[in-house]
Structures are given as C-alpha cells and as structure tokens.
C-alpha cells in the first residue's frame, strides 16, 4: 500500500506555461523524493502595455511517502 503527499508549489516564467510548471516540478524533485505527478491548479499571465510579460502557475505537487 502506498501512501501520497500533496503540496502547493507556485512558479513563474516568461516563456510560457509549460515553462513555468517545468520549474516548479523540477524544484520540487530537488527536496522531494518519489514525485508522481503535478496538477496545475491556476494560471494567470502578468500584462504591462497590454502584453503578457510573464506567465505564472499554481500548482499540486504529489510524491509518495515511503512506509
């Protein structure tokens, strides 16, 4: 049987969503161990002079916890 851990993790990029959510995993496998999955739970875009300027996401991060 195995058990999981959800946390909430946020990150931003310039380049786009698929970037941002890429940090955000990749930093969560830096301290984690067993990372399953990511659910992004929100996205916003920050505008200035009526362009996207950056991209940030709002994300689940699960991993399993060793018994």
């Known amino acids: 049987m195995s058990v999981a851990k959800t946390i909430e993790l946020s990150g931003s990029s310039?380049?786009?969503v698929e970037a941002a959510v890429?940090?955000?995993?990749?930093?969560a496998n830096k301290t984690l161990k067993n990372v399953q999955g990511?659910?992004?739970k929100d996205i916003k875009a920050d505008v200035k002079k009526g362009k996207i300027v950056s991209w940030r996401v709002l994300c689940k991060v699960t991993f399993l916890l060793k018994a």
């Open 14 to 16: 310039k380049k786009g």
């Open 22 to 27: 890429a940090k955000v995993v990749k930093r």
């Open 38 to 40: 990511v659910w992004v």
